[in-house]
């Protein structure tokens, strides 16, 4: 097992010494000239080797161990992704489920399963429905007329605690229906602006095509025109330019493609953050009084101006403004137009204003306390000119995006 090695060949001891044998470690090659020693020596060595073997072992395990668990995060991180994604197309609307159509004929159907509508009620409507698509106009069956007339009254009349209120040319309250529950609203605020602006000649011209309030798929296919035109590159891209038999939700910007396609000149106007007390946004209210009160030498309590109503977009949802209260005490309230509020309770407020169904429309500054607010506003007719400006200016904002 362990060499031995004599003293070098031709040495010579010196006087009194003797030739000592000498034992060389096989694994280190140390020198001893102690047997015992050297054993003792070597099993240090087993002993160490023995050591770093298991060390080795478990380090093996443990490198398998952590690369099997990262493989399984990056599984569930992958599953939790595609979920989320899935999720997000069916909140969208973008999940291949179908559009205006197809829900409002499930809708209807359920209806009838659960005793809710009677067949013949069911056909009756179907019928309506196909007309409406076939046409491109809305049926008028979520609209409420007249509450712009009725609150001008009402203020004239019987608010006491109001100094003062401006309110937008007449405008139609449209609420969502079977086809669009859930996520039509931006839709149903597009038909609130229109519905004012065909009252107004101002906009005869620019709204020829559009005698009538069109139905969602006609607005789909409206603001695809508008992508076609080349408005908006980057919003058209998100939705792979196409609206037409999806649930997809509209906001801001495609309220503006679409306004702007029309030649009807418009902004839009960011709140990024609360500006006041408790989340509250006072420079959005001051905006919408801005907004209204052009006309600062008209001193009526009671101001029915030119102005369309404006479209007011926030997280999740988008509501109609159609004017602004000055109360008496210093506040303000705005007056809007919830597409979410059944067509029911706004009939109430259409043949009778009073505390109670004024509730519907009147929103104070505690009320709007999202974090980040939108709004859209029509001023105007663009030129063939300002509109061929704007287009270019859109496609401009895009690319310089691009990296």
Not at 166 to 195: A, E, I
Not at 325 to 336: G, V
Request: with cysteine; glycine share 8%.
């Amino acid at each position: 097992m362990y060499r031995q090695r004599s003293s070098s060949a031709g040495a010579q001891p010196s006087a009194g010494e003797n030739d000592q044998e000498m034992y060389e470690c096989p694994m280190c090659h140390l020198v001893c000239t102690d047997y015992p020693v050297l054993q003792e020596h070597v099993e240090l060595h087993l002993e160490e080797s023995s050591f770093l073997e298991g060390r080795d072992l478990h380090d093996l395990e443990l490198a398998q161990h952590i690369q099997n668990e990262e493989v399984r995060q990056r599984r569930e991180a992958s599953r939790r992704e595609r979920e989320d994604f899935q999720k997000l197309q069916r909140q969208y609307g973008l999940d291949g489920s179908g559009g205006y159509k197809q829900q409002s004929l499930k809708n209807m159907e359920k209806e009838v399963a659960r005793g809710r509508m009677q067949p013949s009620e069911y056909h009756k409507r179907k019928a309506d429905m196909m007309e409406s698509l076939a046409f491109g106009i809305d049926d008028g069956k979520t609209r409420t007329s007249g509450i712009t007339e009725v609150l001008s009254h009402y203020y004239r009349s019987e608010s006491k605690d109001i100094k003062r209120v401006w309110l937008s040319m007449g405008v139609d309250h449209y609420y969502c229906s079977f086809g669009d529950k859930g996520w039509g609203c931006g839709y149903r605020n597009f038909q609130m602006l229109l519905s004012s602006l065909l009252r107004n000649s101002t906009y005869q011209d620019c709204l020829k095509d559009l005698r009538s309030v069109p139905c969602i798929p006609k607005i789909q296919s409206l603001i695809e025109n508008s992508w076609k035109e080349g408005f908006d590159p980057q919003g058209a891209s998100h939705f792979n330019s196409r609206l037409q038999g999806t649930k997809a939700w509209i906001g801001a910007c495609e309220i503006y493609s679409l306004l702007t396609s029309l030649r009807l000149k418009c902004q839009i106007i960011d709140f990024h953050q609360p500006t006041g007390p408790s989340e509250t946004h006072p420079r959005l209210f001051e905006w919408v009084l801005n907004y209204y009160n052009s006309d600062k030498g008209n001193s009526a309590k009671v101001v029915c101006t030119s102005k369309p109503p404006i479209y007011l977009q926030h997280q999740g949802h988008s509501r109609t403004v159609l004017g602004i209260e000055e109360r008496k005490n210093k506040t303000f309230a705005l007056l809007i137009f919830d597409p979410g509020c059944p067509s029911q309770e706004m009939q109430k407020l259409s043949k009778d204003v009073d505390g109670n169904t004024l509730r519907l429309v009147r929103r104070f500054a505690g009320g709007l306390r999202h974090k980040q607010y939108q709004v859209v506003a029509i001023d105007g007719v663009l030129s063939a000119e300002e509109k061929l400006a704007r287009l270019q200016a859109s496609q401009l904002f895009v690319a310089q995006r691009i990296p």
